[in-house]
Structures are given as C-alpha cells and as structure tokens.
C-alpha cells in the first residue's frame, strides 16, 4: 500500500471520530502541502532526469561526428602523402615517346597500378582539379607564370597545368600549379 493511501485511511478514521474535526482539517491540509511538495519533487526530478538524458544523446552525436572529423583527417593525411606517388606515375606516362617504347606488359601493368591507386582515391572522394582553359580560381590554383594573349576572351584562363592539384570534399589539399593567360592590348 503506498504512503498517499495509508494518510487517506488516517484521514477518514480522523474524519469517523467526529471529536476531531478540527485536528482533521489541519491534518488534511498538512497532507496536501506534502503531496504538491512530492509532485513538485517528481517533477524536479523528471526535468532533471529528461535534461541529463537529452546531453547524453547530444553527446553521443558530438562523439561521433568527432570520430567522423577524425577519420576524414586521418584519410586527408594519407591521401595527401600519395600525392607524390600519383605525381611520378603522372610524369612517367606523360612522356609518351619513352612510353611507348616500353615493353607493352611493363606499361600494362604500371597502367594497371596507377588505375588501381586513381580507383581508391575516387573512392574516398578525393578530385583532380586544374584544367586548361578553366577559369584560374585563387582558391584552387596556384599561379606559377603568366603567358600574353592578345585573344581577350582567354584573359584570367588557364593555359597550362604545371602540378595537378587535388580536393577533398570542400577542402584543398593541394592547389593545382597553373600558368595563366594575360590579355595584353
């Protein structure tokens, strides 16, 4: 039986001996004060209660956009040091007269590689950026030279790619390396 029920039973036994009546009404009201001081305390304590678990599951969502932060750095990081790998088989191949003169199973299989290593950088979201005739953008490219032009509309445009650059989702690991066309009158 709970506490609220075992002060009704006190109530209507007080309230049968009709001798009482005053001490009843005083009792009544003592009764009531405590049951609005444990309903506000229940209260209290489900607010308290709704509150901390309200910060848990926030914090649970920090923590994991935290470890999401990280394993996307993490990933920058790594691909960022393949750059260099991506660089040497980008000139190697570029070379196309000492290409071609290379045992026709060696090059498959460096073409094989170097497919493979552009395959993962895909995979993780990794771009190529710095594209002739684009627009230079300061945020993209790194301007290594101007070249003349008296064509105006190539003016800003770029004219050669010296480094590929490299993005990852909004972030630029590397600028691409351009030369850009100056319009001269």
Not at 41 to 54: D, I, N, S
Not at 69 to 88: F, H, K, M, V, Y
Not at 144 to 159: F, H, M, P, S
Not at 167 to 173: E, G, N, T, Y
Request: glycine share 4%; charged share 35%.
């Amino acid at each position: 039986m709970s506490e609220e029920h075992e002060y009704y039973e006190e109530i209507e036994e007080t309230v049968v001996s009709e001798e009482g009546a005053d001490e009843c009404v005083a009792k009544l009201k003592k009764l009531k004060q405590e049951i609005k001081k444990l309903k506000e305390e229940k209260q209290e304590y489900l607010t308290g209660w709704q509150a901390a678990r309200a910060e848990l599951v926030n914090a649970k969502k920090r923590m994991a956009e935290e470890q999401k932060e990280q394993r996307a750095w993490a990933n920058a990081r790594l691909l960022e040091d393949l750059l260099p790998i991506a660089d040497s088989f980008g000139m190697a191949m570029s070379n196309k007269e000492v290409w071609e003169s290379v045992d026709q199973n060696w090059r498959t299989g460096i073409e094989y590689i170097y497919s493979q290593m552009d395959k993962v950088f895909t995979e993780y979201g990794l771009v190529q950026i710095g594209e002739v005739e684009a627009m230079f953008d300061a945020r993209l490219h790194e301007s290594v030279e101007q070249i003349e032009t008296d064509t105006e509309a190539l003016d800003g445009t770029i004219a050669e790619v010296r480094q590929s650059g490299y993005q990852l989702q909004d972030k630029v690991l590397r600028p691409a390396k351009v030369a850009v066309y100056h319009y001269q009158k």
